[in-house]
């Protein structure tokens, strides 16, 4: 099980509708399942972003990140570009970020959703190897 969410992520999210908020916690539960080392930064604009890396630099070594919404979450690839998609679910067409929307909590249990998150865990790992 994944540690407890901060006080402050918990604060961020309390304006949120219960649904999108326990969606989030949910989505974060999943990312931290799969990436248990991770370090989550956590940050507030027009929505409350939780960024993953195993640097604690998300901007640059982030391999995901969940983004609350008023009505769903996305599980956002920094690299996700990059990232292969035989199940054609990755949105976007900027250069490097894709995402896949998260409704409800039947959407965290599609099999792909953590295909994808090792994938994109991999794709970092492979990264870091090139610069050693």
């Known amino acids: 099980m994944a540690?407890?969410?901060?006080?402050l992520l918990l604060s961020y999210l309390?304006?949120?509708?219960?649904?999108?908020?326990?969606?989030?916690?949910?989505?974060?539960?999943v990312v931290l399942d799969e990436a248990p080392d991770a370090i989550e930064?956590?940050?507030?604009?027009?929505?409350?972003?939780?960024?993953?890396?195993?640097t604690g630099k998300p901007l640059k070594d982030g391999f995901c990140h969940v983004?609350?919404?008023?009505?769903?979450?996305n599980l956002g690839f920094n690299r996700g570009a990059q990232l292969a998609d035989p199940n054609k679910v990755?949105?976007?067409?900027?250069k490097m970020i894709r995402h896949i929307a998260i409704h409800n909590r039947d959407d965290l249990n599609r099999p792909f959703l953590r295909r994808y998150l090792q994938a994109a865990i991999e794709q970092?790992?492979?990264?870091?190897?090139?610069r050693a």
């Open 3 to 7: 540690s407890p969410p901060s006080r």
């Open 14 to 29: 309390a304006p949120y509708d219960p649904h999108v908020s326990d969606l989030t916690l949910a989505l974060r539960e």
């Open 41 to 54: 930064s956590i940050s507030k604009g027009y929505a409350v972003a939780i960024g993953f890396s195993f």
């Open 67 to 73: 983004v609350t919404y008023s009505s769903h979450v």
């Open 90 to 94: 990755l949105a976007g067409s900027g």
């Open 124 to 130: 970092v790992a492979e990264t870091r190897r090139s």
